[in-house]
């Protein structure tokens, strides 16, 4: 068993709700009860006094792409202790991201079902996916699947945006992925791709529309459904201030307009369906956006669209862990993983707090912070 961590004196979001000022105990690579602080071994404790601060679950990105493991491990200055990976190839990257060994957690869809003639899967020519990995009918659909789960991932991503998939195809994805009790995370950004998503029954939808806002057929669909929405908003501010997609918009004539987004994540909010915070985190040089430091704008992002800072917290929090099916993070509660951030602030009054990190653990292990990442610096959370 590994020691024992005291942080005493600290306000607690456990996921859910806010209480305290109490005491956590971390005991070896979980959350301890707290009976161990009552007469803790100076000489095997460490004491922690997070007066002024607060203790948060370790946050994760249910959308991000990771470059290699050494962007992987730095996600974790920012607090972001699991990533949710939306396409990984070659194999070979995705082999070697699934054995890193780090702070932060890494899940993935390996590669992503797409069309040949897509966007997507025009872009993939480009990066040496071969047309022969696209999935063309529902045969392939059922092989698709097959090989995804031989690589051990962990949800099934499928790109279902028009042009591209026939209707067919992508209820067969969601219906063989079903078989194999898999969840389904479905690409959709613009209003005709939430169609279909929801047509298919896909688990979650990740991105939101900025052509369109969505009406309440489709979030009254979601919420009867029970589909999770991961709206990326980073991304999709990201794409409606680039030039480029000025051009594409010209050429396509489908708009690209923020505003749209933000209030298509408020119609979902206001239905009751689930939001999970996500980024869409990428090294493309056209839409880059910086793993782990990004969640906390997509934070801001989702209070802007109409959460409060609470439900931001669980969107990145309990609510991540629950439907990505992460039974042992995303709450503080004795007997879970010790994933955690101290923040100096309140986070649950101004979202921005989240980003005033001091210090955060792993399983456990207290990972390394840099200077610039302690936000304000130690102050009053301070090693006893």
């Excluded at 959308?63 to 972001?80: F, N």
Aim: charged share 20%; with cysteine.
């Amino acid at each position: 068993m590994g020691g024992v961590t005291i942080i005493k004196h600290v306000r607690v979001f456990d996921g859910e709700a806010i209480s305290g000022p109490k005491t956590v105990v971390i005991e070896g690579s979980s959350i301890g009860d707290d009976a161990l602080a009552d007469d803790p071994d100076p000489s095997a404790t460490a004491m922690v006094d997070g007066t002024g601060c607060t203790l948060l679950p370790g946050l994760i990105d249910c959308h991000v792409h990771i470059r290699d493991e050494a962007q992987l491990a730095a996600c974790a200055t920012y607090g972001v202790t699991t990533v949710c990976d939306m396409a990984c190839m070659p194999l070979e990257k995705y082999q070697k991201l699934r054995a890193a060994k780090g702070p932060t957690t890494w899940l993935s869809s390996s590669l992503p079902a797409y069309e040949e003639n897509s966007r997507h899967g025009k872009l993939f020519k480009f990066t040496g996916i071969t047309p022969d990995h696209a999935v063309h009918n529902t045969d392939e659909a059922v092989k698709f699947v097959q090989d995804r789960i031989d690589e051990g991932v962990d949800y099934i991503k499928v790109i279902a945006d028009a042009p591209g998939h026939d209707q067919a195809v992508l209820n067969k994805i969601q219906g063989e992925a079903q078989k194999h009790g898999k969840m389904t995370v479905a690409h959709t950004a613009h209003y005709e791709a939430f169609e279909r998503g929801v047509r298919a029954g896909f688990d979650i939808l990740t991105h939101v529309p900025m052509d369109e806002v969505l009406d309440d057929y489709i979030v009254g669909k979601m919420a009867s459904q029970k589909t999770i929405a991961v709206p990326t908003l980073s991304m999709m501010q990201r794409m409606a201030e680039s030039w480029v997609m000025w051009g594409i918009s010209w050429f396509s004539g489908r708009s690209y307009n923020f505003q749209v987004a933000l209030d298509s994540v408020a119609a979902m909010h206001n239905a009751g369906v689930p939001i999970l915070a996500g980024t869409d985190a990428n090294d493309s040089g056209i839409f880059t956006i910086v793993p782990g430091q990004s969640l906390h704008h997509e934070l801001e992002l989702l209070v802007r669209a109409g959460l409060t800072p609470l439900e931001a917290l669980r969107a990145a929090t309990s609510l991540a862990a629950r439907h990505f099916n992460l039974q042992d993070r995303g709450r503080i509660a004795p007997g879970l993983r010790a994933d955690l951030v101290l923040v100096e602030g309140k986070p649950d009054e101004d979202i921005r707090a989240a980003q005033k990190i001091s210090r955060v653990w792993s399983g456990g292990v207290e990972a390394s912070i840099s200077a610039v990442q302690r936000g304000t610096g130690l102050g009053s959370c301070a090693v006893m």
